[in-house]
């Protein structure tokens, strides 16, 4: 017998363990653990911790409409493996493969616990669409990349040549063990904030309303794709895929994405953008200091003097405060506005950037640690391919150029409505800084900072 856990891979088809498992034909337990140090109390509440629990009450349905049965538990990875360790005669622990600084710590001391009762773990790789070593080996290099534009040169070559296709087994190709020791179902068993999530749906889910990752891909890719490269800046319409939720949970391989895409002429950008995501999670595995690189710098100029009205969409800037409305009522927020309202925090309110890195942690649907962590560094200027220092974007011109009659503002900030397309842009009377001074001054602060 084997125990599977799964982790950001809420999915039960296109897993690359799945097709390992499938080889060795045992039994095996499948758990989804929650862990308590990611899963807090307060993120419970909020939209990535809510999102996230959909996708795993997703994740059970999927099992059980397939005669399979999934256990998910609350607490820590190593203790639950441990105990499940004692109760069954489990050969090998297996698991997919993940780069943050607090997986690679929960990995290792789950890889511990079996040790001690020498029971081999293996971590498979799913996530990324090329794998990193045969990546590296492919790129003959022996230093990562740190610039977007040559790894995407190399990412599409080594995509042409060795990409070798969606993993094929499923769940309905495994056995899986129940029912679960009491003791163990009992002493890890899920706490009451995690059932509204359940609850929710299930509803949606007998309603008919529930929309899975599959049926969002299908919709994007026939509708939307060939638009993407005039529509994806349109914020005030619907032009991305919406599929990050997806893809961050895992309840969508990169894979089953790439693939719908991979032959049409007019996916070009927008498979840019899953290279963009491979680049982040190569980041995050390959580079030392990704995560950690702010450290180097002296920040002493920046603080978090205006971070509370940045946060609660108070800035009198009506872009910002729009986006800040959209974030915190829904969990939500487009691309390009991430970039504006990173920039304007970081640069114009010179905020040190940890601080809305944090924020969009609690309050995105769609978070990440290595995509957010990423973005923040480019918005900041910190990362090794980030935007240049002086290159600050103007909320006001990105305003105009990409929604000119200002109907997103319209839709969340409803009490500048009655402004004229000219007017709905610019700065309230209130506004918390001048634009022009205080662009001028983010220029000369982080000259300063990045030692130019
Ligand atoms: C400050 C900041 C923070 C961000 N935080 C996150 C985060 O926590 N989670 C997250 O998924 N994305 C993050 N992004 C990247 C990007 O904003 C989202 O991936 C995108 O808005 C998701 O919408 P979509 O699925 O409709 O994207 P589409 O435009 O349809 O793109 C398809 C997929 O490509 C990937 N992708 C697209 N843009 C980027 C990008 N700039 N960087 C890396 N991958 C990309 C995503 O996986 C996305 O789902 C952040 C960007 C910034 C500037």
């Given at each position: 017998m084997y125990l599977f856990i799964h982790r950001k891979?809420?999915?039960?088809?296109?897993?690359r363990a799945f097709d390992a498992l499938k080889r060795r034909g045992l039994p095996g337990l499948h758990v989804l653990i929650l862990d308590p140090l990611l899963l807090t109390e307060e993120r419970m509440q909020a939209h990535s911790g809510q999102q996230f629990l959909e996708h795993a009450a997703r994740l059970e349905q999927s099992y059980e409409a397939a005669g399979r049965k999934l256990h998910v538990l609350y607490g820590r990875p190593e203790e639950i493996t441990a105990d499940l360790l004692e109760a069954y005669p489990i050969q090998g622990v297996v698991a997919h493969a993940d780069y943050t600084p607090y997986a690679k710590k929960r990995d290792a001391a789950l890889a511990a616990a079996t040790a001690l009762r020498s029971v081999p773990v293996v971590f498979v790789e799913d996530l990324p669409l090329a794998p990193h070593a045969q990546f590296q080996e492919f790129s003959g290099r022996s230093e990562p990349y740190k610039v977007f534009t040559p790894f995407y040169r190399k990412w599409n070559s080594f995509m042409q040549t060795y990409y070798t296709g969606a993993a094929s087994a499923t769940i309905s190709d495994l056995d899986t063990v129940n029912p679960l020791n009491e003791v163990i179902a009992t002493r890890y068993e899920l706490p009451l904030q995690t059932a509204a999530a359940w609850s929710r749906i299930k509803r949606l889910h007998a309603d008919g309303k529930d929309q899975n990752a599959q049926q969002v891909l299908r919709r994007f890719i026939d509708e939307r794709i060939h638009a993407y490269e005039q529509?994806?800046?349109?914020?005030?319409?619907?032009?991305?895929?919406?599929?990050s939720r997806f893809l961050n949970s895992g309840a969508l391989s990169a894979r089953t994405a790439y693939e719908a895409a991979?032959?049409?002429?007019?996916a070009a950008l927008w498979l840019r953008q899953l290279c963009w995501r491979d680049f982040y999670l190569y980041q995050a595995a390959?580079?030392?200091?990704?995560?950690?690189?702010?450290?180097?710098?002296?920040?002493?100029?920046?603080?978090?003097?205006?971070f509370a009205a940045w946060a609660n969409g108070e800035t009198g800037i009506p872009i910002i405060d729009a986006a800040m409305t959209q974030l915190n009522q829904t969990g939500e927020m487009p691309n390009r506005l991430r970039m504006v309202t990173a920039m304007f925090l970081t640069k114009n309110l010179l905020c040190p950037f940890t601080l809305g890195e944090a924020y969009f942690r609690m309050h995105l649907a769609d978070y990440d640690h290595a995509l957010n962590k990423g973005g923040w560094l480019w918005s900041s200027s910190f990362g090794y391919d980030a935007a240049p220092y002086f290159r600050i974007m103007n909320p006001v011109s990105q305003s105009t150029t990409h929604d000119p009659h200002g109907r997103y503002i319209r839709r969340w900030l409803p009490e500048l409505s009655g402004l004229s397309d000219r007017e709905i842009h610019q700065p309230r009377p209130h506004a918390i800084v001048d634009l022009k001074a205080s662009r001028a001054r983010a220029v000369e602060v982080y000259k300063h900072i990045l030692g130019h």
């Open positions: 891979d809420l999915r039960t088809y296109d897993l529509r994806r800046d349109v914020y005030a319409e619907d032009g991305t895929s919406g599929l991979a032959d049409m002429p007019a390959l580079s030392k200091d990704f995560f950690t690189c702010e450290q180097q710098y002296e920040m002493s100029a920046l603080d978090d003097g205006h």
